[in-house]
Nanobody, 124 residues
Framework: QVQLVESGGGLVQAGDSLRVSCVAS????????MGWFRQAPGKEREFVAA????????YVADSVKGRFTISRDNAKNTVYLQMNSLKPEDTALYYC?????????????????WGQGTQVTVSA
């Protein structure tokens, strides 16, 4: 069992940068591909970015490509999402997730463990 806790969210202005973190406990995350998802009010949870177990492979959604970067530090049991050039449409609750099976995936149902989320609000 893996417990995930996100942090680093907040209220920023359009164009600002923010880095959110996800710290795992219970088991080392080096065994798990990890992902970031987000959910805005009234909308479905959507994929943002994912990273392979070693960190060598990453994948980001088209909507954030060139602005967001996912990374991980397995020694610290932590996954990061660096968000640059933030836009009001990036406002959402951001979740990290861990997947028991190998391989990077983009669908929420492919992930087995979830954190509680951290709120990111971008003002115009």
């Amino acid at each position: 069992q893996v417990q995930l806790v996100e942090s680093g969210g907040g209220l920023v202005q359009a164009g600002d940068s923010l880095r959110v973190s996800c710290v795992a406990s219970g088991r080392t995350i080096s065994s798990y591909p990890m992902g970031w998802f987000r959910q805005a009010p009234g909308k479905e949870r959507e994929f943002v970015a994912a990273i392979s177990r070693s960190g060598a492979g990453t994948y980001v959604a088209d909507s954030v490509k060139g602005r967001f970067t996912i990374s991980r530090d397995n020694a610290k049991n932590t996954v990061y999402l660096q968000m640059n050039s933030l836009k009001p449409e990036d406002t959402a609750l951001y979740y990290c997730a861990a997947r028991r099976l190998i391989g990077v995936r983009v669908e929420p149902y492919e992930y087995d463990y979830w954190g509680q989320g951290t709120q990111v609000t971008v003002s115009a």
